[in-house]
């Protein structure tokens, strides 16, 4: 079955930096999309970025674009996203899932625990 587990969440100051990574099983990541997406508390599901199958094309919100970078590796069916001069508007869950790019592409239901990021000082 579809298992994603991500990890490397944590508390960091604002203007800091996290990389965050995703482990993939169960399924044929290396041919398709995947994203991350992430829930503010109080807040619904939003879309941060997307990758395509070889990581040549990638996909940002305007509210990260800029700051994170999305990747992939296939060899080991790990997706990372680096955060860099982190908000405490970024504060939120973080999950990686199946698909995209765009929250209307993206299978929810394939989310692991997620891991959570905090910008705070």
């Known amino acids: 079955q579809v298992q994603l587990v991500e990890s490397g969440g944590g508390l960091v100051q604002p203007g800091g930096s996290l990389r965050l990574s995703c482990a993939a099983s169960?399924?044929?990541?290396?041919?398709?999309?995947m994203s991350w997406v992430r829930q503010a508390p109080g807040k619904g599901l939003e879309w941060v970025s997307s990758?395509?199958?070889?990581?040549?094309?990638?996909w940002y919100a305007d509210s990260v674009k800029g700051r994170f970078t999305i990747s992939r590796d296939n060899a080991t069916n790990t997706l990372y996203l680096q955060m860099n001069s982190l908000k405490s508007e970024d504060t939120a869950v973080y999950y990686c899932?199946?698909?995209?790019?765009?929250?209307?592409?993206?299978?929810?239901?394939?989310r692991g625990q997620g891991t959570q990021v905090t910008a705070s000082s």
């Open positions: 899932a199946k698909g995209g790019p765009g929250l209307g592409l993206i299978d929810t239901g394939s």
């Open positions: 169960g399924f044929s990541f290396s041919v398709g999309y």
């Open positions: 990758i395509n199958l070889s990581g040549t094309n990638t």
